[in-house]
């Protein structure tokens, strides 16, 4: 219960500081051929940037004398960005996507960090854009028609199915 109180406590954060927010459009070039990129992607990335940042602010604040408290915790910040992407239908990034977003206005952001940020929350992700699995498909179609029977998050419960497809099913693996 403890670990979802603090769960919990990060998204009044998320709500004042926000998700998905692009301070501009980026033109994608690569080798005098323009990759396209979807805003939706691009935002998903600043979304990892922008947890690198928080972490790094973490980072700094605390000081080793001392024990000092913070409201933002970056191991559920890492859980909510984990849960939003287990969540959501869009294709894993790739390298490539990543490599062109550090490179077009992130210079204080290396590509590793972000790498092993992003490795962190999803996992190993391919260098080129890929689908995402079919069980992760049908999980968003389960969980969309439960949502549209009022039936999210306690009707997954109330299904007669083996546990780990519950735990599936309630986005903790």
Same mark, same amino acid.
């Given at each position: ?5 603090? =769960? ?8 004042? /500081? @926000? =998700? ?11 080798? #005098?051929? &323009? /990759?396209?990129?979807?805003? *939706?992607?691009?935002?998903? /990335?600043? #979304? ?5 940042? =928080?972490?790094? %602010?973490?980072? +700094? ?6 024990? $000092? !408290? ?13 849960? %939003?992407? *287990?969540?959501?239908? #869009? ?5 490539? &996507? ?14 590793? +960090?972000?790498?092993?940020? !992003? +490795?962190?929350?999803? @996992?190993?992700?391919?260098? &080129? ?7 992760? !498909? ?6 969309? =028609? ?13 299904? #007669? ?5 519950? $735990?599936?099913?309630?986005? +903790?693996?």
């Amino acid at each position: 219960m403890l670990m979802r109180s603090r =769960f919990f406590r990060f998204i009044p954060h998320l709500l004042k /500081i @926000g =998700f998905s927010t692009v301070p501009r459009k980026i033109n994608l070039y690569a080798n #005098d051929k &323009e /990759i396209r990129i979807s805003k *939706r992607r691009i935002s998903l /990335i600043y #979304d990892i940037l922008r947890l690198q940042d =928080f972490h790094l %602010m973490e980072m +700094e604040y605390i000081s080793p004398e001392s024990v $000092s !408290y913070s409201r933002f915790n970056p191991k559920s910040a890492h859980k909510a960005l984990a849960v %939003m992407w *287990r969540s959501i239908p #869009d294709a894993l990034l790739s390298q490539k &996507e990543m490599t062109l977003v550090i490179s077009n206005g992130h210079q204080q952001h290396s590509i590793e +960090e972000l790498q092993i940020t !992003y +490795e962190r929350i999803v @996992g190993p992700y391919p260098s &080129e854009p890929t689908p995402r699995s079919l069980t992760h !498909y049908c999980r968003i179609v389960i969980r969309k =028609f439960m949502a549209f029977n009022l039936q999210l998050p306690h009707g997954i419960s109330k299904l #007669d199915i083996p546990t780990t497809l519950l $735990s599936f099913l309630r986005l +903790e693996c």
